[in-house]
């Protein structure tokens, strides 16, 4: 890590030496960190209260509340803060108990300036900066500048109820994103329903969100209230909205400009109060180019676009999520915190994460579950990343081709009213060659819309 990326790293320095705290903190200042001093563990953890750091500086030992004491403290409170533990020389513990304990790293007294520059680089190239405030009120953990400045945005746009689309790779964090503009919104104490819009069936999502009436189609036994009016008063997630089908994207565009609904087999129209807040993996105007999602539903969604960077593009938030997810096991077990080695971490840190914060988080609940002691090890990191990985196995491009085929002529039916001629017609295909295409891939063409 350079001298340009450690300005701004906060670092506190504990020693009950006075002289040698004065003259170590104006050495770290030299080298770009923001420097806070204190002369007991007692004050340090005060100052922790209030304030955020990114490593911990402290001597072993000192009166009252020792180096040992305070890292156990730290570790209980602040999992993901690293601590640089000074020693006279003779003093250091077993390097490898100590390891076992978390200690990011042992410095014999006098302390050799290049080692600290060095450990501290490390740590924080490690265990990155601390997270910020901002991230504390919602539940997103990060600590990344353009994750922080989407938290901003999220924080302005949540009291104004205006329509917001969130784009970005699967399990970035696009749901929880979309529930911390609920928190902010004025409608926050109201309900936050989520759907995703690709996993019903067509035919299905126009009840879920809608409702029926009893009798309204076979197998509607009873009245069915549709999410819409369970978000009432509240914000309705659309995750996926990319893959709702075209003749219930008409529908939707109606209800946000009516702002009413009416349940499938009602005759009246129901006055909802809703916000909504969609997402999406696809790239929307090359949908709607495709003419697959409707460009006036685009922009009525799309008031504001927020769009998450996948996991690789802020790595400064892989340890932090990785020992947040580690502390949330050992809490919900009951069990003591697990900790990665720093060559563990280190894996993490340079993965390349195509599943994004999902695939984290799969991650360390199995090196969690597969870790006897109380530290998780390189080398089951890294055959837990091995063995992840193969389970996304990419499609062939036959496969691929065979899945764009089959959508293409489902949504050309879509956009043709059902109507083969008409499908054959957009898809500029003779009729006896577009119905092939329908046989083919096993279409029903009587429900396709
Ligand atoms: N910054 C974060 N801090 C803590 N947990 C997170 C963060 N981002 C994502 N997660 C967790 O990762 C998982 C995936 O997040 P989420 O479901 O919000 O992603 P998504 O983008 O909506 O995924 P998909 O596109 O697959 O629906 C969830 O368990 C979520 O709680």
Not at 35 to 46: D, H
Not at 202 to 224: I, N, P, Q
Not at 380 to 404: G, T
Request: net charge negative; with cysteine; aromatic share 6%.
């Amino acid at each position: 890590m350079s001298t340009e990326q450690n300005q701004g790293a906060r670092i506190l320095l504990v020693d009950d030496d006075t002289s040698l705290l004065k003259l170590l903190a104006i050495r770290i200042e030299s080298k770009g960190y923001q420097v806070t001093t204190c002369e007991s563990g007692m004050a340090a953890l005060q100052l922790l209260k209030n304030n955020v750091f990114d490593a911990v500086v402290t001597d072993l030992r000192m009166d009252e509340m020792d180096g040992m004491a305070l890292h156990r403290q730290l570790q209980s409170r602040y999992p993901a803060l690293p601590v640089i533990m000074m020693t006279a020389h003779g003093s250091i513990p077993d390097a490898v108990e100590a390891t076992k304990q978390g200690i990011f790293a042992f410095l014999t007294k006098p302390v050799d300036k290049d080692e600290l520059f060095d450990s501290l680089a490390k740590a924080i190239e490690i265990h990155g900066l601390g997270a910020d405030e901002n991230s504390k009120s919602s539940n997103i953990v990060t600590r990344s500048g353009a994750m922080l400045h989407l938290l901003e945005q999220v924080k302005l746009l949540g009291p104004t109820h205006v329509n917001v689309l969130i784009s970005g790779a699967s399990g970035t964090g696009k749901e929880l994103l979309a529930n911390a503009i609920h928190q902010y919104s004025h409608a926050s104490e109201g309900p936050f329903v989520a759907i995703n819009c690709g996993a019903v069936p067509g035919e299905l999502l126009e009840s879920e969100l809608f409702g029926h009436k009893k009798g309204a189609f076979t197998g509607a036994v009873k009245d069915h209230q549709g999410l819409f009016q369970q978000a009432q008063g509240g914000t309705l997630f659309l995750d996926e909205i990319g893959d709702m089908p075209l003749n219930l994207q008409v529908k939707l565009l109606r209800v946000l400009q009516e702002k009413t609904i009416r349940p499938v087999g009602f005759q009246e129209e129901i006055p909802i109060d809703v916000r909504i807040v969609s997402a999406t993996h696809k790239n929307l105007p090359d949908a709607i180019a495709n003419q697959q999602f409707r460009e006036d539903l685009y922009y009525r969604l799309n008031v504001v676009n927020l769009k998450l960077p996948p996991l690789r593009e802020r790595r400064e938030d892989v340890s932090l999520l990785a020992q947040y997810f580690s502390a949330s096991i050992a809490k919900r077990m009951n069990q003591k915190e697990k900790r990665f080695t720093n060559d563990a971490m280190h894996a993490l840190v340079r993965h390349d994460w195509p599943g994004n914060i999902r695939q984290l988080q799969n991650v360390v609940e199995q090196v969690v579950a597969l870790t006897p002691g109380e530290v998780i090890s390189v080398q089951l990191v890294e055959s837990a990343l091995n063995s992840n990985e193969s389970n996304i196995e990419p499609l062939s491009l036959n496969d691929a081709k065979k899945e764009f085929e089959r959508d293409y002529v489902i949504n050309t039916l879509k956009m043709a009213g059902g109507n083969v001629a008409e499908g054959a017609k957009l898809a500029k295909r003779n009729r006896s060659d577009f119905y092939k295409l329908i046989k083919k891939h096993n279409i029903d063409v009587d429900n396709i819309i």
